[in-house]
């Protein structure tokens, strides 16, 4: 029963607010869209970095696992990495932990010690959005002040925050978040009274401190952000109610996004969409135009996930068998 839940619980999350946020949309307007004003062109640049992204993160993974003493092979940690992805949108999360067991079944990698450096990885990944996040609210603070204004967010009304069905697609992603921190906290309990394995795992962490060709990391580190805003920002030019929008307006959906899928649902269906319409209507994007594009766009990003996540399975079985 637990495990069902973990699988269908995300599921219904994400299907109650994608519920929310299209239950009165014309999805005909998609449809003429796609087939009318999008420009494909952009949209398969938009998927370069997207790949790249993940090109650059398993490079650095395998960085951080050498002063473990173990030598994983660069193409399984970037395999590893594309089934991780993919293995996200079935159970959010678990793709950390499969990763880790990629690398144990291909290329020997303690479990472990593997899982200690995703933790140190998703350390560093948290200081960099926080980092991004800081410099985006300088730089567009006077959007984010009216939206405040536009929303009545100094002054709310209780009944009418009660009554809205956006107070209850943001009270669903917070028990989300919290719901992802307890089961973190009931894993790391399990691991706490398993002898020896948090040891290992603290060996994981502590291996960012030996790794050799520090400016590398930190390149890769550059490299996998900035492929990862380019992913998203390339998108604006696929459409014509989004072209005209600058990089800074971009950023600041970057990041809104980026925090909502933090909420667990599969590749953060529902809260990105919520996330990236609501911040593309400050900009003078029409909710139906905003709707479509954030529609389009996740369609596409979840199914290069899933084409990677196949490459990435075919190719490990076929290195091994080779």
């Not at 479990?111 to 990944?125: K, N």
């Not at 919290?178 to 994981?204: I, P």
Request: glycine fraction near 8%.
């Amino acid at each position: 029963m637990k495990k069902t839940l973990k699988i269908v619980l995300p599921i219904l999350l994400g299907a109650f607010i994608l519920y929310w946020v299209y239950r009165d949309f014309d999805f005909s307007r998609v449809r003429d869209v796609l087939l009318h004003d999008t420009d494909w062109g952009w949209m398969l640049l938009s998927l370069v970095p997207g790949v790249l992204s993940h090109v650059f993160r398993g490079w650095r993974w395998k960085q951080t696992l050498e002063p473990l003493g173990a030598s994983p092979r660069r193409g399984s940690c970037v395999d590893a990495i594309f089934l991780s992805y993919a293995a996200n949108l079935v159970l959010p999360r678990v793709g950390e932990v499969s990763r880790c067991g990629v690398l144990a079944r291909h290329d020997q990698v303690s479990f472990a010690q593997s899982l200690g450096t995703v933790v140190t990885e998703r350390l560093i990944d948290t200081l960099c959005i926080l980092l991004i996040t800081g410099v985006t609210f300088l730089l567009q603070m006077p959007v984010f002040f009216r939206f405040f204004e536009e929303t009545g967010t100094k002054i709310p009304s209780l009944v009418h925050l009660l009554m809205s069905p956006w107070f209850y697609v943001s009270l669903f992603c917070v028990i989300g978040v919290v719901a992802l921190f307890y089961y973190l906290l009931r894993a790391l309990s399990f691991f706490e009274r398993v002898r020896g394995v948090v040891l290992h795992v603290w060996q994981g962490i502590l291996s960012l401190s030996r790794v050799r060709h520090v400016s590398l990391y930190v390149l890769y580190t550059l490299l996998i952000w900035a492929c990862y805003y380019y992913h998203f920002y390339l998108t604006l030019f696929c459409f014509p109610f989004t072209a005209g929008l600058d990089s800074l307006a971009g950023l600041v959906m970057f990041v809104a996004g980026t925090f909502a899928v933090i909420v667990p649902t599969p590749n953060g269906a529902g809260p990105w969409h919520f996330a990236v319409i609501t911040m593309m209507m400050l900009y003078g994007v029409s909710a139906t135009d905003a709707a479509v594009f954030a529609l389009i766009v996740h369609g596409v990003q979840t199914l290069l996930v899933i084409l990677l996540g196949g490459w990435g399975w075919a190719h490990l079985a076929w290195t091994n068998r080779r």
